[in-house]
């Protein structure tokens, strides 16, 4: 399935979430969409944003550590139908919203969290999600700057 697809699916799930496990699933979905992201990206994305695909998937790998999210099958994480990645700069616009809202959930969960340990797991996987944001827009700026360049090359 395209990312641009699934990652739309991820933000129509976290935004149909309510109760906090619910709501933590949908995160670690986003996070390991993400990271599936970077990963397919650091491996045969253009050669101007592999480290930067690099530093997404270890980063969201990082995020992937939300608390108490319920143990899922193997065939759950949308990740794992990621098989095309058509339009990378649609890919990375989304991304960067989905990781947005998915900042914003985890706000609200460690906001209301029953102990210490989970608002601070909670404050990790913000951390881990606003960090992969700012690796999504390097890379869009990245991408900006080579489709600029590439009539100039063509030109020369």
């Keep these: 399935m395209d990312a641009v697809r699934l990652i739309l699916a991820s933000r129509r799930a976290l935004a149909g979430s309510g109760e906090t496990l619910v709501i933590l699933a949908e995160v670690w979905q986003a996070q390991a969409l993400a990271q599936a992201v970077g990963s397919r990206l650091a491996v045969s994305g253009p050669p101007e944003l592999r480290g930067e695909a690099l530093g997404l998937t270890e980063l969201a790998g990082r995020g992937c550590g939300v608390p108490a999210v319920p143990d899922l099958d193997p065939g759950d994480p ?3 139908r990621l098989t095309e990645l058509d339009d990378i700069r649609q890919t990375l616009l989304c991304l960067d919203v989905l ?16 102990d210490e340990a989970t608002y601070w797991q909670c404050v990790e996987a913000i951390d881990a999600a606003d960090e992969s944001r700012d690796r999504v827009r390097e890379m869009l700026r990245k991408l900006a700057a080579r489709e600029e360049a590439l009539p100039e090359r063509e030109a020369g």
């Design 78 to 80: 949308r990740a794992a």
């Design 99 to 114: 990781l947005g809202e998915a900042g914003i959930a985890l706000v609200g969960v460690a906001s209301a969290a029953p």
